[in-house]
């Protein structure tokens, strides 16, 4: 599937708004709405991998946020299946420059984020980690998420593109 101009304004509609009107979005973009409902069908699971709501965890109770990067030993897929299946994590990535994972933690206090790291190393072979807390969301999810910049996506790759 080639991504389009077109398909790059539905989307950024979407993560602007993805719980907006077919209608209003007709509107917007001056694309039919039969087209709409076809590319949405199009784009599930190929495109869009799920759709969520993002939650304020502090107003949950949960105010401590961490970024927890961590090298394993030889036990490194035990390591990974334990973070894939832990309920603080939020979210886990493989990384490399001398680390394995990046797990997304969230806790209620500072001592329960201490607890886990503590028991990662007493339990499997940590190599080296470092916690880097998260103070305050500067942005989250804003790629592709403004039609008006979407021009800018679709121009041809060079040194621009970075800045």
């Given at each position: 599937m080639e991504i389009t101009r077109k398909d790059l304004l539905v989307l950024s509609h979407f993560r602007q708004d993805a719980r907006c009107r077919l209608t209003a979005l007709s509107r917007h973009t001056g694309i039919p709405v039969s087209t709409l409902f076809d590319k949405l069908t199009e784009y599930q699971g190929r495109v869009v991998h799920k759709t969520i709501s993002l939650?304020?965890?502090?107003?949950?109770?949960?105010?401590?946020?961490?970024?927890?990067?961590?090298?394993?030993?030889?036990?490194?897929?035990?390591?990974?299946?334990?973070?894939?299946?832990?309920?603080?994590?939020?979210?886990?990535?493989?990384?490399n420059n001398g680390?394995?994972?990046?797990?997304?933690?969230?806790?209620?206090?500072?001592?329960?984020?201490?607890?886990?790291?503590?028991?990662?190393?007493?339990?499997f072979d940590i190599r080296s980690n470092e916690v880097y807390y998260v103070v305050d969301d500067l942005k989250r999810e804003g790629f592709l998420s403004d039609p008006s910049l979407i021009d800018a996506l679709v121009e041809e790759p060079g040194p621009s593109a970075a800045m």
């Open positions: 939650l304020n965890f502090g107003a949950l109770g949960f105010g401590t946020r961490a970024n927890v990067l961590l090298r394993g030993g030889k036990d490194r897929e035990q390591l990974k299946q334990h973070l894939l299946g832990h309920t603080r994590v939020n979210s886990l990535y493989k990384v680390f394995d994972f990046l797990a997304e933690c969230v806790f209620r206090s500072m001592k329960e984020l201490e607890y886990f790291v503590e028991h990662l190393r007493n339990t």
